[in-house]
């Protein structure tokens, strides 16, 4: 029996996983989770898994296990968001894998148009796309021109950087495509230029998300390093990084929020509590997550279809 039929009969019927990942984001967590729930299909698995949170998260989130409304929950310490999702691939029972953040936001009728695309191309592996950036540290509107994720700049090339944030799997394939790399701060940087080298990438060219960039996101909590592996995982391939030239989209996120804490959370109506990491927003995220997909929705085009490339490395 081939692989993939191994694993499409240890699917349980579940024709895709949502794998959504948090930690001490709990006011997010109470707009992002809701969301998934309301938008899977019937057909759909979903699992959580919590970074032993010490926000009440596990509390909130053990309220939906119980009452079916998700189907895996784990709460636990682990070694980053690496090995959160590497946890969460390895429980998944889909056929497709659909990685979730906790404080992005998705256009969910989107993420079914390209579960469709996925089924209807089986020698697919994974599907990515475009993800908009929206820094809520400071006055701004949401924005393509955050990181280089736009694929033109990728097809031509052996390998290109897309974010995972629309990241969607196919289960069968992750022998060949392997897990993402703990230890790494810039955990969509090392797995898109290490698996867009082996594999065929379908890449849809419009937004499908909504990177919230907060006080808490890794690319301002870790700044320093973020950067030096993204020199150094450039270098490694030899590849030019496109993180170059005037002041970084990181840099500058970095320095708008370093403008002193209290004053962020002036910005966002927020109070720090006893913990660093546990915050609560006034006004509630829920403003945040509106603003978002109103803006999703008047960028999505008639068909994502369209807008989907593939990336093939050894064409």
């Given at each position: 029996?081939?692989?993939?039929?191994?694993?499409?009969?240890?699917?349980?019927?579940?024709?895709?996983?949502?794998?959504?990942?948090?930690?001490?984001?709990?006011?997010?967590?109470?707009?992002?989770?809701?969301?998934?729930?309301?938008?899977?299909?019937?057909?759909?698995?979903?699992?959580?898994?919590?970074?032993?949170?010490?926000?009440?998260?596990?509390?909130?989130?053990?309220?939906?296990?119980?009452?079916?409304?998700?189907?895996?929950?784990?709460?636990?310490?682990?070694?980053g968001e690496a090995h959160g999702f590497n946890k969460g691939l390895l429980l998944a029972?889909g056929q497709l894998l659909k990685v979730v953040s906790d404080d992005d936001v998705y256009?969910?009728?989107?993420?079914?148009?390209?579960?469709?695309?996925?089924?209807?191309?089986?020698?697919?592996?994974?599907?990515?796309?475009?993800?908009?950036?929206?820094?809520?540290?400071?006055?701004?509107?949401?924005?393509?021109?955050?990181?280089?994720?736009?694929?033109?700049?990728?097809?031509?090339?052996?390998?290109?950087?897309?974010?995972?944030?629309?990241?969607?799997?196919?289960?069968?394939?992750?022998?060949?495509?392997?897990?993402?790399?703990?230890?790494?701060?810039?955990?969509?940087?090392?797995?898109?230029?290490?698996?867009?080298?082996?594999?065929?990438?379908?890449?849809?060219?419009?937004?499908?998300?909504?990177?919230?960039?907060?006080?808490?996101?890794?690319?301002?909590?870790?700044?320093?390093?973020?950067?030096?592996?993204?020199?150094?995982?450039?270098?490694?391939?030899?590849?030019?990084?496109?993180?170059?030239?005037?002041?970084?989209?990181?840099r500058k996120l970095r320095r708008l929020c370093s403008g002193g804490f209290r004053k962020?959370?002036?910005?966002?109506?927020?109070?720090?509590?006893?913990?660093?990491?546990?915050?609560?927003?006034?006004?509630?995220?829920?403003?945040?997550?509106?603003?978002?997909?109103?803006?999703?929705?008047?960028?999505?085009?008639?068909?994502?279809?369209?807008?989907?490339?593939?990336?093939?490395?050894?064409?």
């Open positions: 029996m081939a692989l993939s039929e191994e694993v499409a009969s240890q699917t349980h019927g579940y024709g895709m996983t949502y794998i959504l990942v948090t930690r001490n984001k709990l006011q997010f967590l109470k707009e992002s989770l809701p969301r998934l729930i309301a938008a899977r299909q019937p057909d759909e698995e979903i699992v959580v898994v919590d970074g032993a949170s010490t926000d009440g998260s596990p509390e909130y989130i053990l309220k939906f296990k119980e009452m079916g409304a998700i189907d895996q929950f784990i709460s636990e310490p682990d070694r029972r256009d969910w009728s989107a993420v079914q148009e390209c579960r469709h695309f996925m089924e209807n191309h089986s020698d697919i592996p994974l599907l990515s796309g475009m993800a908009a950036d929206w820094n809520v540290c400071a006055p701004s509107e949401i924005s393509v021109q955050g990181y280089i994720h736009d694929f033109e700049k990728g097809p031509a090339a052996s390998r290109f950087f897309f974010n995972c944030l629309p990241l969607m799997i196919r289960r069968s394939e992750l022998p060949l495509i392997g897990l993402f790399r703990p230890g790494f701060t810039a955990v969509d940087l090392e797995f898109s230029l290490r698996v867009s080298g082996v594999t065929k990438v379908a890449y849809v060219n419009t937004p499908l998300v909504v990177r919230v960039h907060n006080p808490q996101s890794m690319s301002v909590k870790r700044h320093k390093e973020v950067m030096e592996e993204m020199k150094n995982l450039y270098a490694y391939y030899s590849l030019v990084s496109p993180f170059v030239s005037k002041e970084s989209n990181t962020i959370c002036s910005l966002l109506g927020m109070r720090k509590q006893k913990h660093r990491d546990s915050l609560t927003m006034l006004p509630e995220p829920s403003d945040i997550f509106a603003k978002a997909e109103a803006w999703l929705a008047a960028k999505k085009p008639v068909r994502i279809g369209e807008k989907i490339f593939i990336h093939n490395p050894s064409s």
